[in-house]
């Protein structure tokens, strides 16, 4: 890689960083935002910028016969931004991948943990995926265009790479015991054994639900998964358990506070034309239905009451409007048809 090639992106990099010095915090909350829209209960979202200097030193790789592995740089290297999704299950993993599909352009998807049961081994699971933002990647708008990459991995598949990562590349250079290899080996096959449990007992938990016709029951964080449960069953997925407390704050704001509230907002003819009007790209969770179901029966109320709510309500109120137009949109097509 020539020095000029070098000074170039070293110019286009800066430059980028500068004009987009809050990167990192909107693709991290872009992507909770949707997850949590889609009710997939994560354990963490993770988001970074490459360095300078981690740019450059892999801009400059080379192959065996030493011709630069990236040749454009800025437009070869599509890691410049990096995403870490963290679930609790494994059988969470293609739910989210279904999710971020939808959500975004994929050039590339690669499992890594297939690749190394393909070779016959134990080691470093996880799913990496080379995507694209579009024109309908909500809350990214100026990022159109813009690569970067996902991996979506366990907790526990996390921790074994993060340790592994501490030992094989922070702890100086020379050769590894065999002995360490062999113990990472052991002990990735324990992690996808106890995954694998996790999974199981995860499909055979059965939490209690409440009789949601009971008007004594109180919608409050702790009661609204068992209610909905009953209500909806499993038509919209549960949401993360901190959310239920965003959708108390809610309804109470639009006054609904009973289970016949509820029910009523939940209403099936108000369910199919909010999801004919948002033209979801996933199924959204349980919270995501029940605020756009608020949005269309109250309005510019509900933007106004809930507004500076949530975990991004600093583009909350310009989301709402969106979403408001299409809903509107959605009515007024209806009534000329």
């Not at 889609?38 to 354990?43: Q, T």
């Not at 994929?106 to 070779?119: F, G, N, P, Q, Y």
């Not at 509820?262 to 999801?275: F, G, P, Y």
Request: glycine letters at 6%.
């Amino acid at each position: 890689m020539s020095d000029n090639t070098i000074a170039r992106l070293g110019s286009t990099y800066h430059e980028w960083v500068k004009a987009h010095p809050d990167a990192a915090d909107d693709f991290q909350k872009a992507i909770e935002d949707t997850l949590s829209d889609a009710g997939i209960n994560y354990d963490r979202v993770v988001a970074r910028v490459k360095s300078w200097k981690s740019l450059k030193h892999k801009a400059r790789k080379t192959t065996d016969k030493g011709a630069p592995v990236y040749p454009d740089p800025w437009s070869d290297i599509h890691d410049k931004i990096g995403v870490r999704i963290t679930v609790l299950h494994s059988t969470d993993i293609p739910v989210v991948l279904d999710i971020l599909a939808h959500s975004f352009d994929v050039i590339r998807s690669i499992d890594k943990a297939l690749e190394t049961k393909v070779s016959g081994g134990f080691g470093y699971g996880s799913h990496h995926l080379v995507v694209t933002v579009n024109e309908e990647s909500e809350g990214l708008q100026d990022y159109v265009g813009i690569d970067f990459e996902i991996q979506v991995r366990t907790v526990l598949q996390h921790a074994w790479a993060e340790f592994e990562h501490d030992i094989r590349y922070k702890r100086g250079q020379g050769d590894i015991d065999p002995q360490v290899d062999r113990s990472f080996t052991l002990a990735a096959g324990l992690i996808e054994l106890a995954d694998q449990q996790f999974d199981q007992i995860a499909a055979l938990h059965d939490p209690e639900t409440l009789r949601p016709t009971d008007e004594e029951v109180e919608l409050t964080a702790e009661t609204l998964p068992g209610i909905l449960a009953m209500l909806v069953g499993t038509r919209f997925p549960r949401s993360r358990f901190e959310h239920y407390r965003w959708l108390e704050e809610l309804l109470v704001l639009n006054n609904i506070t009973t289970v016949s509230q509820l029910t009523d907002l939940l209403n099936e003819a108000d369910i199919e034309a909010v999801s004919s009007a948002m033209n979801y790209r996933f199924v959204p969770g349980q919270v995501r239905i029940i605020d756009d179901l608020l949005l269309n029966r109250f309005g510019r109320e509900h933007i106004e009451r809930t507004a500076k709510t949530g975990t991004n309500p600093a583009q909350r109120k310009e989301r709402l409007k969106r979403r408001l137009k299409l809903l509107r949109s959605a009515g007024k097509s209806s009534l000329s048809d």
